[in-house]
């Protein structure tokens, strides 16, 4: 199994940059296919973007795309979500979470992932 940590959230200023971090534990992430979603108060959990197991393919939501950058350095155990340009609408909890083994499909919806971290916030000022 996996454990999940993320980090980095905090209160940035429109148009700025942020990095999350999410930090694995109890498994190697080189097996594990990793995405980010986000949730605001009384809305869905939204896809945010995704990277497979072997780094080949990552995919990204409409409202980031061209944005945000996911990223992986499995020699630290850690999947990372580079995001620029952000706007207030990006104010959400960022969560990271991770489905079974070599898992490639789907990658986009969150029913797939086992395994979630707590998520951090993002805030997002005009």
């Known amino acids: 199994q996996v454990q999940l940590v993320e980090s980095g959230g905090g209160l940035v200023q429109s148009g700025g940059s942020l990095r999350l971090s999410c930090a694995a534990s109890?498994?190697?992430?080189?097996?594990?296919?990793m995405g980010w979603f986000r949730q605001a108060p009384g809305k869905d959990r939204e896809f945010v973007a995704a990277?497979?197991?072997?780094?080949?393919?990552?995919y990204y939501g409409d409202s980031v795309k061209g944005r945000f950058t996911i990223s992986r350095d499995n020699s630290k155990n850690t999947a990372y979500l580079q995001m620029s340009s952000l706007k207030p609408e990006d104010t959400a909890v960022y969560y990271c979470?991770?489905?079974?083994?070599?898992?490639?499909?789907?990658?986009?919806?969150?029913?797939?992932?086992?395994?979630w971290g707590q998520g951090t916030q993002v805030t997002v000022s005009s």
């Open positions: 979470a991770a489905p079974l083994p070599f898992t490639i499909t789907m990658l986009t919806t969150p029913s797939t992932y086992k395994y």
């Open positions: 990277i497979s197991w072997s780094g080949r393919d990552s």
């Open positions: 109890g498994n190697t992430i080189s097996r594990y296919s």
